[in-house]
């Protein structure tokens, strides 16, 4: 996403970034034992060596990471929307283990979640990636942010380094013994990628997966999108397994649920009120109501929920933007 929070807040958000991580090594010459630095995330223990870098209340970080330690080496996924918090999630990840970082995946092209990329390649990892993030990095992201984009905004998405390793489909990282399992599915963008740890029941979704979070749709189609999520549902073992969102807390199966049901229900009652005749303001005042009795509590919803209506309408009438996959 990026919008959730208005671009505004990101501004704000990035300059405390900023005055945290330059604070770090004051406190830690005052103290003898220094308290751990403030992060612009959570660390999440899931599993033996695996972490959730849940996005502060701020949202500081942008979106949610994930590292995952092997036997050799880490890999990463996501960087967040700014260098300043994936070098702290650099310096985080120093502190639970000497291995290189191997890899950074992206799990989509939005800046928010690969704004932190250099930081990750500087520190020697191959950047994964989509095939289509390659040529949408650059091209879609001053769209994402739209017409409040700032000057550093447009900065950083310009320098934003293209993946070097991309997939359509899928790929295979192995860290030592451990296996994580890179895969493509639609719906968010038509350029997304999950990873499985599958030795630990765990699921990063990237954006697919939003947690009691209503989502950014500028990119999406909503029936293959409802339709990843129930894919998720049928991996094996799904009860037992962790889901990852690219924003909100750690998921399970009931949480993906929710928001499969979610997606589901805006395209139906879009569709809904399309068939009785209403479009624009009519159908948003329509469809509007209904989801807030049911999901008004989500975050972000009354920011989000118009915007949401408006795209689906759209994608109904055949009328969406929506970025096209590059030509070989
Ligand atoms: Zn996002």
Do not use: C
């Not at 890899?103 to 979640?113: A, E, I, S």
């Amino acid at each position: 996403m990026t919008l959730r929070s208005k671009t505004g807040l990101h501004v704000v958000a990035a300059l405390i970034a900023v005055a945290l991580v330059t604070a770090a090594p004051i406190s830690a010459v005052a103290q003898a034992s220094p308290a751990p630095a403030a992060t612009p995330f959570e660390l999440k223990p899931l599993a033996p060596g695996v972490y959730a870098a849940i996005d502060g209340p701020g949202h500081k970080a942008g979106s949610n990471a994930g590292v995952v330690v092997g036997d050799d080496g880490v890999a990463v996924i996501d960087a967040f929307f700014t260098p300043d918090a994936a070098k702290a999630l650099l310096a985080t990840i120093r502190q639970l283990t000497p291995w290189p970082v191997r890899y950074v995946v992206n799990t989509h092209y939005h800046v928010d979640h690969t704004g932190g990329d250099q930081v990750f390649r500087d520190a020697g990892a191959v950047i994964i990636a989509h095939r289509n993030v390659r040529a949408w990095l650059h091209s879609e992201n001053p769209r994402l942010l739209g017409d409040r984009i700032t000057p550093a905004q447009r900065a950083l998405i310009a320098s934003l380094p293209e993946p070097d390793l991309t997939t359509r489909t899928s790929l295979t990282i192995w860290l030592g013994a451990r296996r994580l399992d890179v895969k493509a599915y639609p719906g968010h963008t038509g350029g997304d990628l999950i990873v499985e740890v599958p030795d630990a029941k765990t699921v990063f979704a990237g954006d697919l997966l939003w947690r009691h979070t209503s989502p950014n749709v500028i990119d999406g189609r909503l029936a293959p999108w409802i339709a990843t999520d129930n894919a998720f549902l049928a991996l094996p073992d799904a009860a037992h397994t962790i889901f990852v969102p690219g924003h909100g807390q750690v998921a399970d199966a009931a949480d993906v649920a929710a928001f499969r049901d979610y997606l589901s229900d805006l395209l139906s009652d879009v569709r809904k009120a399309r068939a009785a005749g209403l479009s624009g303001a009519a159908l948003t005042a329509q469809v509007l109501p209904k989801m807030k009795a049911k999901y008004g509590d989500w975050d972000a919803f009354d920011y989000f929920i118009p915007k949401e209506i408006a795209f689906t309408e759209a994608e109904l009438n055949g009328t969406k933007y929506l970025p096209l996959a590059p030509s070989d």
